[in-house]
């Protein structure tokens, strides 16, 4: 197995499916940190990072939306492995539409954790990259963020702010040694999607994973999955509205 350059990688949100295949294709020759909100059940995904050829792996307490506790978890990760060379922040919920039109905490819940944590978080690890001139962010935005549907517009909202802010991050970023990439899957078939029926041009963890890490390596700064997602997020904008508020999640 090559050594994959990721040095210290960790995965915000390890227990999601993405960031797991994300963390498997980075592990060669790499630390692997699964910042998880509870570290029970994770045997088998331990075992196969260390399979995958990862030095170590650990894992550590980690509640995105307590943004108080996320600065200490930063030190503490350096301390005790040095600068985090890969960041993937693989956390995030969809909600409950139909519940957040008409209980605002719960449409708030959902754009804590999917937009107000992920800021609140890209924020800390940009200034603490920069301040070493390296460091890799990944960020995942969504298809849904590219033209807010009526049908999940909840979710979709927070995706658009996030893709927004990720962008200007990287913008921002550039010429200081530090890398963003935001992903753009479409539908993707795994466990928050379980029950769903799929979206055309649906894809898997593993696909997502898989382009992800190409796209890292190739230095891109942004990637659509499927490629031909990114053709449906543009033709989108041209949608007569009528139309379009009735299109489905």
């Known amino acids: 197995m090559n050594d994959t350059g990721a040095g210290v990688v960790v995965i915000f949100g390890g227990r999601s499916e993405i960031g797991l295949e994300v963390a498997l294709r980075l592990a060669p020759g790499a630390t692997v940190v699964l910042a998880v909100r509870r570290r029970d059940g994770l045997d088998q995904q331990v075992e196969r990072l260390r399979a995958a050829g990862a030095t170590a792996v650990q ?15 930063l030190d503490a990760l350096t301390a005790a492995h040095g600068p985090i060379g890969t960041a993937v922040l693989a956390f995030g919920v969809l909600g409950d539409q139909a519940r957040a039109e008409t209980d605002a905490a719960h449409a708030a819940a959902v754009v804590h954790t999917d937009y107000v944590a992920q800021v609140h978080l890209l924020t800390l690890l940009a200034a603490r990259m920069r301040a070493v001139g390296s460091g890799r962010i990944v960020v995942f935005s969504s298809v849904a963020g590219a033209r807010v549907r ?10 658009a702010g996030l893709d927004g802010f990720a962008s200007g991050l990287g913008d921002a970023l550039h010429g200081t040694g530090v890398h963003l990439l935001v992903v753009r899957p479409g539908f993707v078939i795994g466990r928050m999607t379980e029950g769903m029926d799929p979206a055309p041009l649906s894809s898997t963890p593993e696909q997502v994973a898989a382009a992800t890490v190409k796209a890292l390596a190739k230095g891109k700064t942004s990637v659509w999955v499927p490629r031909a997602v990114g053709v449906l997020g543009f033709a989108a904008r041209f949608v007569p509205r009528p139309i379009w508020r009735r299109m489905p999640r």
């Open 59 to 73: 894992l550590c307490d980690f509640d995105a939306d307590d943004l108080a506790a996320q600065p200490g978890l």
């Open 150 to 159: 009526r049908a999940n517009y909840v979710y979709g909202s927070a995706k």
